[in-house]
């Protein structure tokens, strides 16, 4: 079945430091793809998407481009706060369900940045 | 305007025990997941509700745990006999729809679960 694999953690950063999480999947159809951020106390949010191949998804600095190619999502920042310190989760929709569009995640990798 | 809430926030219960887990989607939502969040298995989709469509319960567990979505709305997520691997924070999100175009689901807070 579909799968998400992204880098183990924990990540630590300086601040203004150069951020890559990778992220590969294995699809059988043509899913889109998510980075999702979990903040210490809350709850999951959307950081990001793309829908299609070289599509760009970016949000408050972050930016991943999804290659069919290599099957990759990876998640980049060019310079990091500490207040990305979070949970980062790599997802796709699974486009195999006959209803509905769960998303299957990876592991999360843990930011952790400091001033 | 109010997002997706669940309560409990947390529930301890002791191993046999039932317990419910409730959901309160986003107004206007027609699509709602439950997923959990487990230290071994990461985030699992459990069941999925759209509409007045039956629901896609291919990730639950086992036959322990049942959902219901009552009148389109709220959604009761139940375990009977609870086990000490049930313990995991399980996770409620709503999206416009589920078909068709990529919709972002919303995610609620969670309710922690720990068996004892």
């Known amino acids: 079945g579909d799968s998400v694999t992204q880098m183990e953690g924990p990540v630590t950063l300086s601040e203004e430091a150069f951020l890559t999480i990778n992220c590969t999947y294995t699809a059988t159809g043509y899913p889109s793809l998510f980075w999702y951020v979990q903040y210490p106390g809350e709850g999951l949010q959307l950081l990001l998407k793309a829908t299609k191949a070289d599509d760009k998804g970016s949000n408050k600095g972050f930016e991943a481009t999804y290659r069919k190619e290599t099957t990759s999502f990876h998640l980049e920042k060019g310079s990091v706060q500490v207040s990305d310190s979070a949970v980062y989760f790599c997802a796709l929709s699974d486009q195999a369900r006959q209803a509905g569009t769960a998303l299957i995640f990876g592991k999360g990798t843990t930011l952790s940045v400091s001033s | 305007g109010a997002g997706v809430s669940q309560s409990p926030s947390n529930k301890v219960t002791e191993k046999g025990k039932d317990v419910e887990l409730r959901c309160d989607p986003i107004?206007?939502?027609?699509?709602l997941y439950w997923y959990r969040q487990s230290l071994g298995q990461g985030l699992e989709f459990l069941i999925y509700?759209?509409?007045?469509?039956?629901?896609?319960k291919s990730g639950l567990p086992s036959d322990r745990f049942s959902a219901e979505r009552t009148g389109g709305s709220v959604s009761t997520l139940t375990i009977q006999r609870t086990q000490q691997e049930d313990s995991a924070v399980y996770l409620c999100a709503s999206s416009l729809e589920g078909t068709g175009l990529t919709y972002e689901q919303y995610f609620g807070p969670g309710t922690r679960l720990t068996v004892t």
């Open positions: 509700f759209q509409g007045n469509s039956a629901p896609d």
């Open positions: 107004s206007g939502h027609t699509a």
